[in-house]
């Protein structure tokens, strides 16, 4: 195990597609992850962010979940899309900035601890011209190696703004 | 101002029996205190979830005009933790809920550093699951001083009691 077991790798086609070549790659996936682990340094930084610790929150009501100190929190890996996606996202380049705009059906099949090795695997769904800019619809699967059931999917959307314009 | 999260008002809270819920469709389950959102947390949350330079390329933030002084939208979806945990009136001796599903999640208006959030939570559906209670809630994350609210979002979690174990 190095370090590089447990960061997401940077992907050399980040940011290359430009805007007007994005219809293109509707329907298509656009990146998939290294396989990583979540280190339990992180994971108390993420809880501690959040008050998601005894010192500052009531947490008996967690008290009886089985595992809880090894289960990585669901919104942890919901809040590691974004990581993910700064070194992965295929779309972009200089001058266009991501907004993070919403979700839709976000679902945790499986329960993931510290010892499952994840990945993610990202397509474009859709891609709306808004007023604003261009609304990315982004189905994420986050796979745990070795498993059939994934431990998150979502529909992240991203606003992509071209700030020449 | 208190950097505790949402405040320990759960510790007095009363208690709603998950069998129960289903009579308080439509309520207003808490409101919590004001929440202040200093750097130190912010900074924290990015460590946590590897969005800093460290462990991610943030070249891309360098250009977006809301920069660094902008709190993470799952940062505020993370946030509906404690709030639950302090607040939430669903619950008995034993219990625990599992993190099952978020639904129409939006960030309506931009959180700076500094700014004061509150939660406002509405019980909207009670269903019944082979493993406990489904209970979704509708949360306004309010923005002090903003009209739009920060972040708006249906979560659904699953009530495990004791006898559905």
New interface residues.
């Given amino acids: 195990m190095t370090t590089e077991d447990y960061k997401w790798s940077l992907s050399e086609n980040r940011r290359t597609v430009s805007l007007n070549r994005v219809s293109s790659l509707v329907g298509q996936e656009i990146f998939v992850t290294n396989w990583r682990q979540v280190d339990r340094l992180h994971l108390d930084q993420f809880h501690w962010s959040v008050d998601e610790v005894e010192e500052t929150s009531d947490m008996s009501a967690n008290a009886k979940f089985p595992r809880g100190e090894e289960n990585i929190d669901g919104f942890m890996l919901l809040s590691l899309v974004t990581s993910a996606f700064f070194n992965n996202y295929p779309i972009g380049g200089e001058n266009v900035i991501a907004w993070n705009y919403g979700l839709d059906r976000v679902r945790f099949p499986a329960t993931t601890y510290l010892e499952d090795r994840i990945r993610l695997c990202v397509s474009l769904t859709e891609a709306v011209q808004k007023d604003s800019g261009l609304l990315m619809t982004n189905h994420v699967v986050v796979e745990i190696e070795d498993k059939e059931r994934p431990a998150m999917v979502a529909d992240f959307l991203v606003m992509l703004t071209n700030l020449e314009k | 101002m208190t ?4 405040g ?1 008002r ?2 007095m809270r009363p208690q709603i029996q998950p069998a129960e819920a289903h009579a308080h469709v439509g309520e207003e389950l808490f409101t919590t205190d004001w929440l202040v959102l200093p750097r130190s ?2 900074e ?2 990015r ?5 800093n330079e460290d ?4 070249d ?2 360098l ?3 809301v920069g660094d002084e902008n709190v ?4 505020l ?6 709030a639950h ?2 607040n ?1 009136p669903i ?1 008995e001796p ?14 309506p208006a931009p959180v700076f550093l500094g700014n004061r959030v509150r939660v406002v939570c509405t019980l909207t559906n009670v269903a019944e699951h082979s493993k406990g209670v489904l209970v979704t809630t509708h949360n306004v994350m309010e923005l002090e001083n903003s009209e739009r609210p920060c972040l708006v ?1 249906d979560w659904t979690v699953l009530v ?1 009691t ?1 006898n559905s174990l």
């Fill in positions: 950097d505790i999260a949402f320990m759960g510790k947390r912010v924290q949350f460590v946590g979830t590897f969005a462990d991610a390329d943030m891309q933030c250009t977006n005009p993470d939208g799952f940062m979806v993370s946030l509906l933790l404690p945990f302090n939430n619950g034993g219990s625990f809920g599992l993190n099952y599903a978020l639904e129409n999640v939006r960030f979002a495990r004791v």
